[in-house]
């Protein structure tokens, strides 16, 4: 397993940006799928957004496409969502999750670990 801290996370009105940042310790963050995921206030966690290893493959959440990216940058073991255009429904405790197995994209939100997560709130 890897140790996940994210960072970036606030309060901020509807239509604004945040960037989100999740940091990655080990020396396996090249060989492994990343995700975001969103806790909203009283639901069940859901998922956000994906990357591949490589950076190369990405996929997102209907109801954030067109408005999040998710991004990795490899050498400095870090992840990135980048939030546009927020919504109040886009409030919650966004984690960051790992993969467990190199090379390979989990399914049905089976990552093997994942972060303290951060708070983002959206106000009308």
């Known amino acids: 397993q890897v140790q996940l801290v994210e960072s970036g996370g606030g309060l901020v009105q509807a239509g604004g940006s945040l960037r989100l940042s999740c940091v990655a310790s080990?020396?396996?963050?090249?060989?492994?799928?990343m995700a975001w995921f969103c806790q909203p206030p009283g639901k069940e966690r859901e998922f956000v957004a994906a990357i591949s290893w490589s950076g190369g493959s990405t996929k997102y959440a209907d109801s954030v496409k067109g408005r999040f990216t998710i991004s990795r940058v490899n050498a400095k073991n870090t992840v990135y969502l980048q939030m546009n255009s927020l919504k109040p429904e886009d409030t919650g405790v966004y984690y960051c999750?790992?993969?467990?197995?190199?090379?390979?994209?989990?399914?049905?939100?089976?990552?093997?670990?994942w972060g303290q997560g951060t708070q983002v709130s959206v106000s009308s």
């Open positions: 080990g020396r396996t963050f090249s060989l492994i799928a």
């Open positions: 999750a790992a993969g467990d197995t190199p090379f390979t994209m989990p399914t049905n939100g089976n990552f093997g670990s």
